[in-house]
């Protein structure tokens, strides 16, 4: 009864999940002023830091499960990194202007960032 609660613990609180980003990138996008390349680093920037978490998560869950949960999860992990990319190039060009690329960039540090907490969230129910 117990995994069940975590279970459905974790698939709720990944439907409603905030993007937990750090402060240093709030702090980044606020002193750009809006300016679109400045803007755009801040996002490369923190999206290495999501990045980096969600690797560290995924090699750890890799390392704990079985062959056929290993499995279970690289397709699922391709499924969402295909994911990714279709939803965030979706907006790349959307408008014609500038912020199409803020946007798309953005989307890819949000995504990441959920994935990197839904991954954190499993990893803790272990």
Do not use: H
Not at 3 to 11: D, E, H, N, Q, R
Request: aromatic share 10%.
């Amino acid at each position: 009864m117990k995994k069940v609660f975590t279970a459905l613990l974790v698939c709720s609180s990944v439907m409603f999940a905030e993007v937990k980003l750090s402060p240093i990138y709030t702090k980044c996008v606020d002193k750009s002023g809006g300016a679109t390349y400045l803007m755009l680093e801040c996002n490369e920037k923190e999206y290495k830091v999501q990045d980096g978490k969600l690797n560290k998560t995924y090699k750890l869950l890799i390392s704990k499960f079985d062959n056929q949960r290993k499995a279970s999860l690289k397709n699922v992990q391709r499924l969402w990194v295909q994911y990714k990319e279709a939803k965030c190039g979706f907006y790349y060009g959307l408008s014609g202007g500038t912020m199409d690329a803020v946007n798309s960039s953005s989307c890819t540090v949000e995504e990441t960032a959920l994935r990197a907490q839904e991954l954190e969230d499993i990893a803790g129910m272990m």
